[in-house]
């Protein structure tokens, strides 16, 4: 069956290189393509690996890389480590690089794909194409900066954390993951890792590859436990192996003015006075006169820590968010200040910018998020302010809700009502 099935594979070969020579010669009345294509590169591939190396679409894949999607320059990128092709494989990874976004903050890497990306072809798939990239980092620089945290970011978008978006795509990943692990020497780890604070070492696991994925791998502190002041955490390994980590702060703050926090999702928020404008259009009357009709229009003047608003004063609050990756179920909940009272009073859908439901309640404005692609949104309501006094606005609240770990929050703010 694979012979057969590779014999067909060298026919559907032959056959694109000819219709790429006859696009050449400018042959009339006959099938004919200008360039290679995906399939071509993809069929490349797995020919190479067959132990059939055409030399001839080599160069016209080659020649026609600029052409070529993300995905499928990565697939000839692996076919031409298969051949050790150096020279041509050390510019199809220059040529894909320049289409890697990575994020030193998170330590986390992606290939932003192109706008013309036809997401509908398999080769448009943004999951399978980072996939394949990490294939070939695993082959050509598997120790790099790039290639773990490419790992990060595939693992951070899975759906529900078992799949991707559907099988395809989820083998691909883990046959990248088994490539990585395997080039990086990771399945054979034998180390002793310990934990130490402040100097003092509070714990130790042997990690080996018998125990990998059984071993005790948490160590908490709380309560007493945690004394005051400033704290160094340490990890100290002996042996041989990669040590991969997470930490996780909870604490309740009672300094007064609260800052932001945030890595995964952050949230910054501003308040700004809107002042209304005269402003006019041209309208038409009953009888068809042109006529100046006033429309409502506003500036917006931002507020700052310890401003001054007179009752009845209207105030809009934008939050700007900023999401590393793509979410669900995403909660944002805006603490209102005591003094304020929101505009609209209806909860549902319809929030001015990311689509959300939305819940007015006494203290809080709730925005309930389905979907919170990766990048900068933002959403905003309107309050007006009405008892006069000095108030705080507690920070807003981002959380996961199926993902607690997930979480962010903006600034705090005051400001003062007079009448």
Known sequence: MLEKGGDWLKRYQAEQLSWLKNFEQKLENVQKKQYADALDAMVYMVLVDAASDSGEMNDR????????????????????????????????????????????ENESAYLKLPENNWWWYWYGSEVEANAYYLKLLSKVDPKGEKAPRLVKYLLNNRKHGTYWNSTRDTATCVEAFADYVKATGETEPDMFVEVWLDGAKLKEVQITKENLFTYDNKFVLAGAEVKNGAHEIELRRRGKGPVYFNAYLTNFTLEDDIKKAGLEVKVERQYYKLVPVAKTIKAEGTRGQPLDQKVEKYERQPLKEGDTLKSGDLVEIELVIESKNDYEYILFEDMKAAGFYAVEQKSGYGAKGLPAYVEYRVNRVAFFARVLPRGKHSVNYRMRAEIPGKFAALPTRASAMYAPELKGNSDEIKLNIVD
């Open 61 to 104: 894949l080659y020649r026609d890389r600029i052409e070529l999607p993300v995905y499928a320059k990565a697939m000839f990128g692996v076919a031409l480590d298969k051949v050790g092709d150096k020279e041509k494989l050390a510019m199809i990874v220059q040529n894909i690089g320049q289409f890697v976004v990575e994020d030193p």
